[in-house]
């Protein structure tokens, strides 16, 4: 059971716009900010997203993320093939004084 | 571009104790701006965070693997290591190095991934 909750799966056609929910507490989301990450098959994990909406050199616009109360979300433009992957949400908590995950969300683009 | 890259054996077996380390490349592992931290996934499930150190040595521990898991560091050859003792069949996955900057507390650099099993 993960701390932060998204939804197991996601799924698009290509074009369409599409988010993922990641839900948390005031320990971590509502306290902290909130960080994406996009993992391929057979890949380490890549930075997507951090600070809640900021995006690392050379991730495309496409990809952006907002936050408001202990809830956070990722959203994704123009959907691409290339966009299937697992994608997962992290924040730090207060409480447990060290990092938490969601259980991550399966995208698929149909 | 930082580069992390983990090593150690690749099949550990029950009740012993896991060891694996991961090298630091084209940057400086004494940074104050950074977290170096371990990370796991079991085939097939999500990531679970394991453990961090801070440059000056502090240590930050998933209170679910606390009792188990010891994280060093060894500045003199850019390096940070896990130990994780009792193993069992549970802790089979694939074990990734990563930094977390200090700032947004994002993992930014995550090396390739070591994949240990733990079995007879």
């Known amino acids: 059971q993960s701390v932060l909750t998204q939804p197991p799966s996601a799924s698009g056609t290509p074009g369409q716009r599409v988010t993922i929910s990641c839900s948390g507490s005031s320990s971590n989301i509502g306290s902290n900010t909130v960080s994406w990450y996009q993992q391929l098959p057979g890949t380490a994990p890549k930075l997507l997203i951090y600070?809640?909406?900021q995006r690392p050199s050379g991730v495309p616009d496409r990809f952006s993320g907002s936050k408001s109360g202990t809830s956070a979300s990722l959203a994704i433009s123009g959907l691409q093939s290339q966009d299937e992957a697992d994608y997962y949400c992290?924040?730090?908590?207060?409480?447990?004084?060290?990092?938490?995950f969601g259980g991550g969300t399966k995208l698929t683009v149909l | 571009q930082l580069q992390l890259q983990e090593s150690g054996p690749g099949l550990v077996k029950p009740s012993e104790t896991l060891s694996l380390t991961c090298t630091v490349s084209s940057g400086s592992i004494s940074s104050s701006s950074s977290y170096w931290g371990w990370i796991r996934q079991p085939p097939g499930k999500g990531l679970e965070w394991i453990g961090s150190i801070y440059y000056s040595g502090s240590t930050y521990y998933n209170p679910s693997l606390k009792s188990r898991v010891t994280i060093s560091v060894d500045t003199s050859k850019s390096l940070f290591s896990l130990k994780m003792s009792s193993v069992t069949a549970a802790d089979t996955a694939v074990y990734y190095c990563?930094?977390?900057?200090?700032?947004?507390?994002?993992?930014?650099?995550w090396g390739q991934g070591t994949l240990v099993t733990v079995s007879s």
């Open positions: 992290s924040a730090w908590d207060d409480g447990l004084n060290g990092w938490v």
């Open positions: 600070g809640n909406n």
């Open positions: 990563a930094r977390a900057s200090s700032g947004w507390y994002e993992f930014d650099y």
